[in-house]
């Protein structure tokens, strides 16, 4: 009997430099505190956090509000749905793109053209000097081998850092690795993941210091 694996992509546009900001996630992916999307550029980040009653607490940047917007579904929704779009509830724009991986692209084209009939194409050109596309990691079977090693080792006290007390762990997905970072410390261990061989060498890691 075969498994079918769930998994979705996620994209949001970066409000500081314009590029739409992508990444696949799989279920199991999702059972780590916090998982942090972060646009190369490093002004934003997108955060996605699995609750205890299996629902998706997603934040947000917003392209028009200052503050990031929060949002909660269901994950069958996250994971099952064809494509779907979250919206700025000041503007009504689309901030948040949930689907397959060609759903979230014609979600994407649609909102552009939404952007362009509301605000001009001015709206679009502001971030041309920087505007792109920058898929962070695509396999979701790296990023749960991953996962899963992290929290085997969070769970045996086998992640260390600056504090003395013990560290606040949220993880941040990059264009080749996983960051590891402490956010009491601001410490960090970047997982180097842009290969499923690189993933499964993690799996032999006995512990992680982040500095």
């Known amino acids: 009997m075969s498994i079918i694996r769930k998994q979705t992509t996620i994209a949001y546009r970066c409000p500081d430099c314009g590029a739409i900001v992508r990444s696949v996630v799989g279920v199991f992916s999702l059972s780590a505190d916090m998982i942090k999307l972060k646009c190369?550029?490093?002004?934003?980040?997108?955060?996605?956090?699995?609750?205890?009653?299996?629902?998706?607490?997603?934040?947000?940047?917003?392209i028009v509000?200052?503050?990031?917007?929060s949002y909660?579904?269901?994950?069958?929704?996250?994971?099952?749905?064809?494509?779907?779009?979250?919206?700025?509830?000041?503007?009504?724009?689309?901030?948040c793109f949930i689907g397959s991986e060609k759903g979230v692209e014609r979600e994407i084209?649609?909102?552009?053209?939404?952007?362009?009939?509301?605000?001009?194409?001015?709206a679009l050109r502001q971030f041309s000097d920087n505007r792109g596309e920058r898929e962070s990691l695509t396999d979701p079977q790296v990023l749960d081998i991953i996962m899963y090693t992290l929290?085997?080792?969070?769970d045996e006290?086998?992640?260390?850092c600056r504090c003395e007390d013990g560290g606040d762990y949220e993880l941040q997905l990059g264009d080749e690795d996983v960051f590891v970072v402490c956010k009491k410390c601001g410490a960090e261990y970047a997982v180097r993941a842009g290969s499923l061989?690189?993933?499964?060498?993690?799996?032999?890691a006995d512990s992680i210091t982040l500095t």
């Open 151 to 154: 929290k085997e080792l969070e």
């Open 72 to 95: 909660v579904i269901s994950g069958d929704v996250f994971f099952e749905r064809e494509a779907f779009t979250l919206a700025c509830t000041y503007s009504g724009l689309g901030v």
């Open 109 to 122: 084209r649609m909102s552009e053209e939404e952007l362009i009939e509301i605000a001009g194409e001015d």
């Open 40 to 62: 190369p550029c490093g002004a934003s980040a997108l955060d996605i956090v699995y609750t205890h009653d299996k629902k998706v607490r997603i934040t947000v940047p917003c």
């Open 197 to 204: 061989s690189a993933a499964q060498d993690f799996l032999n």
């Open 65 to 69: 509000c200052p503050a990031p917007h």
């Open 157 to 160: 006290g086998n992640i260390h």
